[in-house]
C-alpha cells in the first residue's frame, strides 16, 4: 500500500521559515513526477511546486518562486519543500503528491498519490 505522510506544519510568524517534509512508504518517489499543493481557506487547490523526473527542473507558482524550494531525497525516499519569508496568505493545508504523468500532476486532478494534508498557519 502506497502512503505518502506529510510533517513539518504548525504556526509561524510572518518572516519566518518551515521545512515541510512528505515521506513515502510502499513504492519509490523516484518513479514519479511530484509537487506540492496547498489549498488555502475558501479557496481551490493550487500546485505550487514541482520536480520534473526528466530532468530535474523545477517549476514554482509566481506566489511562492524566490521563497519556496523544492527537494528530493533519493537516499530517504522523502520530498522536501523549504518555506521562507513566510506571508500570511501562505496560511494553507499543504498536500505532496505523487503522478507516474508530470502534465496529470501539472492538473491537480486523477493524481495517483496523495498525501494527507498538513496545516500550516502564518500569523502573528
Known amino acids: 500500500q502506497v502512503q505518502l505522510a506529510e510533517s513539518g506544519g504548525g504556526l509561524v510568524q510572518p518572516g519566518g521559515s518551515l521545512r515541510l517534509s512528505c515521506a513515502a512508504s510502499?513504492?519509490?518517489?523516484?518513479?514519479?513526477?511530484i509537487g506540492w499543493f496547498h489549498q488555502a481557506p475558501g479557496k481551490n487547490s493550487e500546485e505550487i511546486a514541482c520536480?520534473?523526473?526528466?530532468?530535474?527542473?523545477?517549476w514554482y507558482a509566481d506566489s511562492v518562486r524566490g521563497r519556496f524550494t523544492i527537494s528530493m531525497d533519493n537516499a530517504s525516499n522523502t520530498m522536501s519543500l523549504q518555506m521562507n519569508g513566510l506571508k500570511s496568505e501562505d496560511t494553507a493545508v499543504y498536500y505532496c503528491?505523487?503522478?507516474?504523468?508530470?502534465?496529470?500532476?501539472?492538473?491537480?486532478?486523477?493524481?495517483?498519490?496523495w498525501g494527507q494534508g498538513i496545516q500550516v498557519t502564518v500569523s502573528s
Open positions: 520536480i520534473r523526473k526528466r530532468d530535474g527542473s523545477t
Open positions: 503528491a505523487a503522478d507516474s504523468s508530470f502534465n496529470q500532476l501539472r492538473t491537480g486532478t486523477n493524481i495517483d498519490y
Open positions: 510502499g513504492t519509490t518517489l523516484d518513479y514519479y513526477e
